[in-house]
């Protein structure tokens, strides 16, 4: 079965998001005592967006649980 549009460009968005997210948080400032908490939220979201595009069921209820920390 063809995977539906929303679900490319959502995973897609995750991951984009995260990697951006990474790389401007570790860029910034890498002594930040906050800084593993980011990258940890982050990574999350990149792992997210690559099985949603693989079509796992759980990375749906992670994008889902992660939204509003990685998109903010």
């Given amino acids: ?14 991951i ?3 990697l951006v997210g990474l790389v401007y ?6 002594l930040d005592h906050w800084i593993v908490l980011i990258s940890f939220v ?15 069921n759980w990375a749906r209820w992670l994008m889902l649980a992660g939204s509003p920390f990685t998109l903010s």
């Fill in 25 to 30: 948080h570790l860029s910034e400032s890498p």
């Fill in 16 to 18: 984009v998001a995260g």
């Fill in 42 to 56: 982050r990574i999350i979201a990149v792992v997210g967006g690559v099985f949603l595009l693989m079509g796992r």
């Fill in 1 to 14: 079965m063809k995977r539906p549009l929303p679900v490319t460009i959502i995973g897609c968005l995750f």
